[in-house]
């Protein structure tokens, strides 16, 4: 948004009533400046503006239909609203951090447009059930950019796998050399869990897909108030059905902030492996300098800070959930106000992962991968253990007895002093089993190993071809911006 802090933020009431808090009427004198420092919350809401604005107008356009406010003065305050948009959009009008918070730096703004009408504006509703409206609208509005760069991820992710379907790449358990497979299918497994956390996303947003508004303080209203209407016309499917769940729910917040601990918890095990990969020791991938820093001391480094960065951030997004459940521990029904405390946990994980997702996007097609060192990771260390296991099962030797003789050959590799199980002759190899022929050693190379892995999701070129026709099936079905 364009209005970003310009002005030294007032402590002090104004004299004007309509920039006086909503609330001051009851009160004989103002608060205390250290007070209204402590309590005001528009450096955090003032984000969701257009969103207030744009629930108002519903709002005003219902008080009017239903004979709650005047037809004239409904059509004056969607005007005057219209403008504080249009302005704030334009840069024209500024935010005044002197306000309480969003929801009154616009009704005082529009009073001061219009007049008494803009007072009428706040019938029948609470600062209670226009935030919960106003969070959920700044959710439907924001979610989509946040999925949309999850789906150029995975885009992402997926071009790089159609280059390397058939670069091996050995697969790790306990960081133990496990199975031979492909750098295609690593990427791809990354890929799959960025498509959950899309999918996560989405059935986040279909819980806010009701409007709040109408439900007032806690307890609904006695005016005649349409919350049917006004849900139609902001796009919800429907309206919350208790009006004090509605006011003291913070469930979405937790849920979406969920999802972004969950989301991020993936790009930190990604950047884990790319901080390994680029080491000499592993040496796979070459990050670009661009996404790559040096040291103040040792002028050889190149760190991978970029990718340590995302991981470290981390810990401030499972913080941000840590404050939110902590927060809504054992609070009463039905409002309080420790539910202000929502939006910054909910708007810094939410940035936080949107900005990590589009360095990561960046630094991952950036980068430039060694095959030849991939290609090593597959040989020695007994990766292929298992396939002789299978190869046995397949001249009709039940599987245990198959592990055992397939363990015995790793051990007489071993005590051999060899690398490799397909270092062994022949003869060795049918001291282990006679079932065991020359056919063997092409059946166990890293390469067959991996070609001949065919099942589902498996690591053969064909099985990862589908996996990215999947998925980039997927991610053109459902952008949506």
Known sequence: MAQKKSVE??????????????????????????????????????????????????????????????????????????????????????????????????????????????????????????????????????????????????????????????????????????????????????????????????????????????????????????????????????VT?????????????????????????????????????????????????????GSSIMPQKKNPDFAELIRGRTGKVYGDLFNLLTMVKGLPLAYDRDLQEDKEPLFDALDTVKGNITVFTAMISSAKWNEENMKKSCEGGFANATDVAEYLVRKGMPFRTAHSVAAKTVRMAIDAGYEAIEDLTIEELKSASPLIDEDIYKLISPKSCMERRTTTGGPAPKCTQKQIRDLLKFCQKNRKL
């Open 241 to 293: 059905e208790n009006s004090l769940d509605t006011v003291s729910d913070r469930d979405y917040c937790i849920e979406f902030t969920s999802d972004f601990a969950i989301l991020q918890s993936h790009l930190s095990r990604m950047c884990e492996e790319i901080v390994l990969w680029s080491t000499t020791e592993f040496a796979f991938i070459d990050l670009s300098e661009k996404w790559s820093t």
């Open 9 to 238: 933020k007032k402590h002090s009431a104004l004299t004007n009533d309509n920039h006086k808090a909503l609330w001051s009427g009851r009160f004989a004198e103002g608060p205390d400046a250290a007070a209204v420092e402590f309590e005001t919350s528009i450096n955090v809401d003032e984000r969701m503006a257009f969103d207030d604005i744009h629930g108002s107008v519903a709002h005003a356009t219902m008080l009017g239909e239903q004979g709650i406010i005047s037809k004239k003065e409904s059509a004056e305050i969607v005007r005057g609203l219209k403008s504080i948009e249009k302005d704030l959009a334009s840069g024209k009008l500024a935010i005044d951090y002197s306000a309480e918070d969003i929801h009154s730096f616009i009704e005082a703004t529009l009073t001061d447009r219009i007049g008494e009408a803009g007072k009428k504006l706040h019938t029948g509703r609470s600062r209670n059930d226009q935030i919960a409206l106003d969070e959920r609208l700044y959710l439907r509005r924001v979610i989509p950019e946040v999925q949309d760069s999850v789906i150029t991820l995975i885009e992402t992710l997926s071009d790089i796998a159609s280059k390397h379907r058939s670069t091996l790449l050995t697969g790790y358990t306990h960081m133990q050399h496990a199975q031979p497979g492909t750098l295609a299918q690593h990427l791809l497994a990354w890929a799959q869990m960025l498509r959950r956390d899309w999918t996560r996303l989405e059935d986040s947003l279909s819980r806010i897909d009701a409007s709040p508004l109408g439900s007032g303080a806690l307890q609904g209203s006695t005016l005649p108030l349409n919350r049917e209407m006004v849900a139609e016309e902001l796009g919800f499917s429907g």
